[in-house]
């Protein structure tokens, strides 16, 4: 198998019924997923409480950065993971892919998250808008990375 070849495995559908509702499935599964992120953190921050005993202190600088870095590792892992989806996704039946055919990869899933990030604190409401009008439900920054969420 070449490198350069667009594997089936990972490849975007092209029947337009992989597509539809998937924008309303997104919106759930972004609750889903921030839910559990934030139940994520519970446990991170008893454990960066014994590293900060430990370090004298130095560890209770994290606390601020908690939530970005656990959000950060759980949508890295999951997203950049063999299921190619988060756990909320999952749960909705959708899957992000690239459009080129290659698996998605951890540093691409969080570049997706931070462009979700940058964008929605400028286009807040107006984020979701973009998905009624491009092709297959795309929003802002799944256009820019290449990428697409389909029905699994």
């Known amino acids: 198998m070449s490198l350069d070849r667009p594997s089936p495995l990972y ?4 029947d337009w019924r992989a597509y539809s509702g998937v924008l309303s499935r ?7 997923d921030y839910f559990i992120v934030a ?9 960066l409480f014994v590293i900060s005993i430990a370090t004298l202190g130095l560890g209770f ?4 950065a908690l939530f970005v870095i656990v ?7 999951t997203l950049g993971g063999p299921n190619q989806a988060s756990l909320g996704m999952r749960a909705f039946g959708i899957a992000m892919m690239r459009t080129d055919g290659r698996p ?3 540093m691409t899933a969080i570049v997706h998250l931070v462009l979700f990030w940058i ?3 400028f ?30």
């Open 11 to 14: 490849a975007a559908p092209d």
């Open 26 to 32: 997104r919106i759930f599964a972004f609750i889903l």
């Open 39 to 47: 139940l994520l953190c519970i446990p991170a921050a008893v454990v």
């Open 61 to 64: 600088f994290l606390y601020p």
């Open 71 to 77: 959000a950060g590792l759980y949508f890295g892992l």
């Open 104 to 106: 998605l990869d951890f």
């Open 119 to 121: 964008i929605n604190s």
């Open 123 to 152: 286009l807040t409401p107006l984020i979701l808008l973009v998905g009624l009008f491009t092709d297959r439900g795309r929003l802002i920054h799944d256009l820019l990375l290449g990428t697409v969420i389909a029905r699994m």
